[in-house]
């Protein structure tokens, strides 16, 4: 099937705009689905546009957004954190539920898939959840952050070189990233999930998806990306199988015209 990308944008609750990407099918949508981009990455990320348009190709319209502060989205990083995150999905949903259909399915990389594992419980219309090397807490984080800016134990800001960009930080971020307890959330977590990752993720290890699924509750996929590095750049063929999977996977969950 033949796919389209359409240039939207929508304001968050900070009252930032937020540019996003539509992937629609040319023909019948038969769900919406969000994906949620790494730290410091964008919606424009070459595998993010493989994965939608794998999806779209399957009739699954996939909204990619930029978070707040990042690719050409409006705000400061260094005002943001894992909290505004989580936000900002839930405002993309409120996007799709007013213009088009509540998203179905949330797709999420790296930190990103961490923050779907939240929001999942926030939008209840969503039915499915899958995640692409996500780091099974937020402390991961904080401690590679951190590591690259040790100088936020006594100052507010610092700048780091972080995913190919230079970007600001607030000492606000690891207090934020230190407080969330994603293994509590999984506890109350009902929606179908679907973990993948590589076994050889220098970023996240592997252990992390050992850890999401052990604390997730059924009905859970685990798929090991074997070769796979973390932002699936090496082999253009790891993006394009993460998008069809998730797309057959997801088949048995998603509701054909739930509007209707």
């Known amino acids: 099937m033949s796919i389209k990308t359409e240039r939207v944008e929508f304001i968050n609750r900070m009252g930032h705009r937020l540019a996003a990407r539509l992937d629609v099918p040319n023909g ?3 769900a919406y689905a969000i994906f949620a981009h790494c730290f410091t990455c964008s919606k424009d990320l070459k595998p993010i546009r493989q994965i939608g348009n794998q999806l779209a190709g399957e009739g699954i319209a996939v909204l990619r957004f930029d978070f707040t502060g990042l690719g050409d989205s409006e705000g400061e990083f260094s005002e943001t954190d894992f909290t505004s995150n989580v936000e900002d999905l839930v405002t993309a949903a409120d996007y799709l539920r007013d213009h088009f259909s509540p998203p179905q399915l949330l797709i999420g990389h790296s930190l990103g898939g961490t923050a779907v594992l939240v929001a999942g419980a926030r939008i209840p219309e969503v039915r499915a959840v899958a995640t692409i090397a996500a780091p ?3 402390e991961h984080l904080r401690d590679i952050l951190v590591k690259h800016a040790p100088e936020l134990r006594n100052q507010e800001t ?3 070189f972080f995913g190919g960009q230079r970007v600001k930080i607030h000492r606000n971020l690891l207090t934020d990233l230190s407080e969330q307890n994603i293994h509590e959330n999984l506890k109350s977590f009902s929606k179908p999930l679907f973990i993948f990752h590589s076994p050889i993720d220098n970023v996240v290890g592997i252990e992390h998806a050992s850890r999401l699924f052990q604390a997730a509750e059924h009905p859970k996929n ?9 932002l699936l750049l090496n082999n253009r063929g790891d993006a394009e199988f993460v998008g069809m999977t998730i797309a057959n996977w997801s088949r048995r969950y998603l ?3 739930p509007d209707a």
């Open 136 to 138: 099974s807490d937020t």
């Open 158 to 160: 610092a700048e780091i």
């Open 222 to 230: 685990f798929v090991s990306l074997d070769g796979a590095d973390h």
């Open 28 to 30: 019948e949508v038969t």
């Open 255 to 257: 509701v054909k015209n």
